[in-house]
Each structure stands twice: as C-alpha cells, then as structure tokens.
T-cell receptor
Framework: AQSVTQPDIHITVSEGASLELRCNYS??????LFWYVQSPGQGLQLLLK????DTLVQGIKGFEAEFKRSQSSFNLRKPSVHWSDAAEYFC????????????WGAGTKLIIKP | ETGVTQSPTHLIKTRGQQVTLRCSSQ?????VSWYQQALGQGPQFIFQ???????GRGNFPPRFSGLQFPNYSSELNVNALELDDSALYLC????????????FGSGTRLTVV
C-alpha cells in the first residue's frame, strides 16, 4: 500500500537558521509529490510540487525541495527561516494512475525560536 | 478570483445525528475533493467529484456521501455520526485531474459529542 512518512513530528529551529523537513514515500512508480503548509485556522497552501524533470524544485516563500528517486525522498528545505514560517508542514503523494487522490504524511510541526 | 469557501466553520453534533457540510469551489474549477483530518494527523481522502459524478472514493463507509451541483459546489453528508467522526473536514477544488494542486478551503471543524 502507498504511504508517506514524515519522521519528525516536531522540529525546533532558531530564526535565521536553515531548515530541512524529511519526507519518504512508498509507491511502485514515480508519484507526483507535493509539500503543503497549514497555519492555525487556515486551509492548506501549496508550497511546491514535483511531477517530472529537474529534481530540485523551487516553491513559494523561499522553499525548495529535492526529489531523490534512489531514496524515495522529497525533503523540503529553506536556507533561513523566519518566525512567520512557524506552521505545520505536510508532504503528499499524488496517485496519478487512478483518481488523483492525495496520500498525506502525518505532518511536521515547525517551531521557531527567537 | 474567489477561493474555496466552506460552511459552517464549526459545529457540534450529537452521536447518531446527521450532518451536511458545504463547499463552494474556486471559480473555474470543476473538481471537488473532500478530506477528513483528525487531530494530529494528515488528511485522509474521502471522495472526489468531477462534473457532478463521484470520481473516486477512499476507505470511508457508505454513511459518508456527497453531491456536486451544476455550479460545481459540493456537499458532504455524514449519517449516524460517531464520536470518531470528530475532525476537520477539508474541501479542495481543482481543475480536472488536479495535477496542478488543489485549492483548499479553511475547513469545517466537526465535534461529535
């Protein structure tokens, strides 16, 4: 069965420090990969996506992610975090062969230290 | 361009009751997907509607049902509510397959007591 793993439930980083959030997936083919952010009381906002081509993708708010097929990973990175980045981050996989549902990880809550 | 609007934002129901949640899709979108997000978890796919037809369903029992209207807005109905149905219900609209990513509403927080 397809699955998405985000191994870190919480991550705490200092403002201005770099960030990497991990995501691993289990799927027979190359899926469509997404990172979303969810702030309290708000809906999910798409940060970036990977369908094919260049394995390093750039997103909004200064985020980027790298697809590594050999590791079945799609880690999210940001060189310098801001206090406004505090939120919950979700990795998701699109099953493009069927009904285009998204399979989601459990999320990583990002806490920013001043 | 309007986004996705969900109503109500919060509601409390008693076990065994029925509930209807509503979603207005973003202008130009013809696909609506519903997700259930329990506290501390990622969203779980309930079903998707494309041009008024159910286009796929996740692992949810038949007491979860839906509709899509000609204007592409949608309803999620849940019968015989159980305590475990307490969750944030998210609606997402997209164009066709949604490969460009969904646009999510802010959700409806359902509490079953």
């Amino acid at each position: 069965a397809q699955s998405v793993t985000q191994p870190d439930i919480h991550i705490t980083v200092s403002e201005g420090a770099s960030l990497e959030l991990r995501c691993n997936y289990s799927y027979g083919a190359t899926p469509y990969l997404f990172w979303y952010v969810q702030s309290p009381g708000q809906g999910l906002q798409l940060l970036l996506k990977y369908f094919s081509g260049d394995t390093l993708v750039q997103g909004i708010k200064g985020f980027e992610a790298e697809f590594k097929r050999s590791q079945s990973s799609f880690n999210l990175r940001k060189p310098s975090v801001h206090w406004s980045d505090a939120a919950e981050y979700f990795c998701a996989v699109g099953l493009h062969h069927s009904n285009y549902q998204l399979i989601w990880g459990a999320g990583t809550k990002l806490i920013i230290k001043p | 361009e309007t986004g996705v609007t969900q109503s109500p934002t919060h509601l409390i129901k008693t076990r065994g009751q029925q509930v209807t949640l509503r979603c207005s899709s973003q202008s130009g979108h013809n696909t609506v997907s519903w997700y259930q997000q329990a506290l501390g978890q990622g969203p779980q796919f309930i079903f998707q509607y494309y041009r008024e037809e159910e286009n796929g369903r996740g692992n949810f029992p038949p007491r979860f049902s839906g509709l899509q209207f000609p204007n592409y807005s949608s309803e999620l109905n849940v019968n015989a509510l159980e305590l475990d149905d307490s969750a944030l219900y998210l609606c997402a609209s997209s164009l066709d397959s949604g490969l460009d990513g969904y646009t999510f509403g802010s959700g409806t927080r359902l509490t079953v007591v």
